[in-house]
């Protein structure tokens, strides 16, 4: 079992930036992925992007992509979020996962550990 434990949510007005914090402490795989997911309030939980974690090789959700980036810190065991020009639908409880590598990468099925999320808040 992979300890997930996010950091680094808040208030921001929109056009402004965030970088999420995930650290990871206990029991890793050899072969494992980590991911961000989101989700708003009435909606399901969206995949935002995942990074495979010895390669450091990123995938991103389309919409994503173009101001979001995520990295990770082998000695820190720590996955990163930078988050650049929010938008006020940005909006949501940020989640970080863990899991081994799988078929099912871009879906919550695909990992088996996730931490307590944290609240990323954009103003208008």
């Known amino acids: 079992q992979v300890q997930l434990v996010e950091s680094g949510g808040g208030l921001v007005q929109a056009g402004g930036s965030l970088r999420l914090s995930c650290a990871a402490s206990g029991r890793t795989f050899t072969n494992y992925a980590m991911a961000w997911f989101r989700q708003a309030p009435g909606k399901e939980r969206e995949f935002v992007a995942r990074?495979?974690?010895?390669?450091?090789?990123?995938y991103y959700a389309d919409a994503m992509k173009d101001r979001f980036t995520i990295s990770r810190d082998a000695t820190k065991n720590t996955m990163y979020l930078q988050m650049n020009v929010l938008k006020p639908e940005d909006t949501a409880v940020y989640y970080c996962?863990?899991?081994?590598?799988?078929?099912?990468?871009?879906?919550?099925?695909?990992?088996?550990?996730w931490g307590q999320g944290t609240q990323v808040t954009v103003s208008s």
């Open positions: 990074i495979i974690w010895n390669s450091g090789s990123a």
């Open positions: 996962a863990a899991g081994a590598l799988s078929f099912y990468a871009n879906f919550q099925r695909g990992y088996s550990s």
